[in-house]
């Protein structure tokens, strides 16, 4: 996963960890008492194989160092390496 732009404050330390529930399905998910993002990304990191990565750019910009990403965040990477790695990879973006 590649945290850029508006997703990435979500994953410093110090953040909102909940995100607003906008949209019909947003407020859906609320009603039918869906996990917090944040909970699901967990999960997949620590029971999975799942990789964060923040933006190396977004970092620059706000002035976040690597020492205050969430612990989840395996570290900054720029955006034309991800896309590197992920050469031949399903990639999504949402």
Known sequence: ??????????FVKGHAKE????????QAMERHQ???F?????QAVELGDAKIWACSM???????????LESIVAG????TK????????????F
Do not use: C, H, R, W
Not at 1 to 10: D, E, H, K, V, W
Not at 58 to 67: F, I, P
Not at 76 to 79: A, I, V
């Open 82 to 93: 991800f896309f590197s790695d992920a050469e031949g990879s399903t990639v999504l973006t």
């Open 38 to 42: 944040f909970q699901i990304f967990e």
């Open 76 to 79: 900054p990477m720029g955006l």
């Open 58 to 68: 977004a970092m620059d910009v706000l002035g976040v160092k690597e020492d205050g």
């Open 19 to 26: 995100a607003p529930a906008e949209s019909a399905v947003g």
């Open 34 to 36: 869906v996990p917090p």
């Open 1 to 10: 996963m590649f945290l850029s732009m508006n997703a990435f404050p979500y």
